[in-house]
């Protein structure tokens, strides 16, 4: 049985490395699994921190956390404790740029539902609509019920 491959340094736009492993970035999505294909390793250089590939990302480093604490096994889970909504709108637009696999998607949604419906239903109905994401539509319309005029 061989190893993992070396994992990529993940740069986010605030440079801020980020070390997390191809396989399980390939697993969640399709973007970032040509994006850690493409910017493989020479076969024939060492595995050292040197030679990892790097992945440009144009998320800064707190988003980057977020977006790897819904995907990573075992880590932390994610949450907008200190976040804003703006936050989550940003999460929820990279979730969506980079085609991540529907557990994470749904669980990052679940996120937003779970700490921003309840006062920003108008908003998140119209983020959802734009998305096309309809059990978003759908729970921030049934939210929107709610609103006294």
């Given at each position: 049985m061989t190893s993992p491959s070396p994992p990529p340094a993940t740069c986010t736009a605030d440079?801020?490395?980020?070390k997390?492993?191809?396989y399980i970035l390939s697993l969640t999505s399709p973007v970032f699994k040509d994006m850690v294909?493409?910017?493989?390793?020479?076969?024939?250089?060492?595995?050292?921190?040197?030679?990892?590939?790097?992945?440009?990302?144009?998320?800064?480093?707190?988003?980057?956390?977020?977006?790897?604490?819904?995907?990573?096994?075992?880590?932390?889970?994610a949450s907008f404790a200190r976040g804003t909504f703006e936050d989550a709108v940003l999460l929820l637009l990279a979730i969506e740029k980079?085609?991540?696999?529907?557990?994470?998607?749904?669980?990052?949604?679940?996120?937003?539902m779970d700490q921003f419906l309840e006062k920003h239903a108008v908003s998140i109905y119209a983020i959802a609509c734009e998305n096309k994401w309809k059990d978003l539509v759908q729970w921030a319309a049934r939210?929107?019920?709610k609103i006294r005029i």
């Open positions: 440079d801020v490395d980020f997390v492993f191809k294909t493409l910017g493989a390793p020479m076969l024939n250089q060492p595995p050292d921190l040197q030679s990892l590939p790097i992945v440009h990302m144009s998320e800064n480093s707190d988003m980057l956390d977020m977006l790897l604490r819904l995907i990573y096994p075992g880590a932390t889970q980079y085609d991540m696999i529907l557990p994470i998607t749904d669980r990052a949604k679940e996120l937003v939210e929107t019920l």
